[in-house]
């Protein structure tokens, strides 16, 4: 699925078109802000967070709203960045009290400020969610521009809504890690994986992985029983690089189902036909 925007028209007087009935057209179609937008299907247990969504855009406002919201998380919307500014600075001390996991998605070209200047005032109040801004401006001296100011990640219009969950996550787990540091010991069943050695053993065998296997193997443990799409996997092991038509998920799929499933029960990789891929997360060991 892919958002696709095109410039927006600098100018504050203009006013966007209400939002429309999104259709759902399976996954894999395209999103734009034509009349193909498609909201995600939520098939995952994924992690609650707290979402502000910074956007004036209405459509694309609304097809976030709804697909993020889909996928389990809390979002507040504003459409303004002053209404952006306000929000953050209200919620962000209740989500650092609470130690919730917590994102900013900001708009560059908002129609009473500019989004830099917003995330820069942030940072300066001392605002620490991590930032993703979402733009179409893609220009490499706008993606330097976006980071220098204190976002910590850019995502240029139009983009595939997988990936945009995959950065979201990452954002969060970073930020999480560098508050309380990753578990080193990552295990399901009687499969242990150490992330500090990079050693992955099965009962008392130990097993040998590339650095790509132990990279899927460490998505799927550290989030027992959560589905992932072959696009959110190829986005966060493969940094969403690869074409999306390509085989490589299910032939590594293959690969580690071989090293770490075959010849141990329970087996503990499942494939779910049209949806992808989980581990699964209170597996019985055989007596």
């Not at 500019?114 to 706008?142: F, H, K, N, Y």
């Not at 295990?187 to 899927?216: P, S």
Request: charged share 25%; aromatic share 6%.
């Amino acid at each position: 699925m892919t958002l696709k925007g095109a410039p927006k028209n600098e100018s504050p007087a203009r006013s966007p078109s209400p939002p429309t009935p999104l259709p759902h057209t399976g996954e894999g179609s395209e999103v734009s802000r034509g009349p193909t937008l498609t909201l995600p299907i939520n098939c995952n247990e994924t992690v609650r967070m707290n979402i502000l969504l910074v956007e004036d855009d209405a459509r694309v406002g609304d097809f976030l709203q709804r697909g993020l919201t889909a996928e389990g998380h809390v979002l507040r919307w504003a459409r303004s960045g002053g209404e952006g500014e306000a929000m953050a600075r209200a919620w962000y001390p209740q989500t650092r009290e609470l130690q919730q996991p917590s994102v900013m998605l900001l708009d560059l070209m908002l129609p009473d400020m500019d989004g830099l200047a917003l995330c820069q005032t942030l940072r300066a109040g001392g605002v620490q969610w991590p930032i993703l801004v979402l733009s179409a401006l893609g220009e490499l001296q706008d993606r330097l521009a976006g980071l220098r100011m204190g976002a910590d990640d850019y995502l240029v219009k139009p983009f595939a809504f997988e990936e945009l969950l995959a950065r979201i996550e990452a954002l969060a787990r970073r930020s999480r890690d560098q508050r309380v540091g990753a578990a080193r010991h990552l295990q399901v069943a009687d499969l242990c994986f150490d992330r500090e050695q990079m050693r992955v053993r099965r009962g008392a065998t130990e097993i040998k992985l590339t650095a790509k296997e132990l990279a899927l193997l460490e998505l799927f443990m550290t989030h027992p029983g959560r589905v992932f799409s072959r696009e959110r996997i190829l986005a966060q092991v493969w940094g969403a690089h690869q074409d999306p038509l390509t085989n490589v998920v299910d032939v590594y799929i293959r690969r580690l189902r071989a090293k770490v499933d075959e010849g141990f029960e329970p087996a503990l990789i499942q494939t779910l036909r049209g949806l992808g891929y989980r581990m699964q997360q209170d597996a019985a060991l055989s007596s």
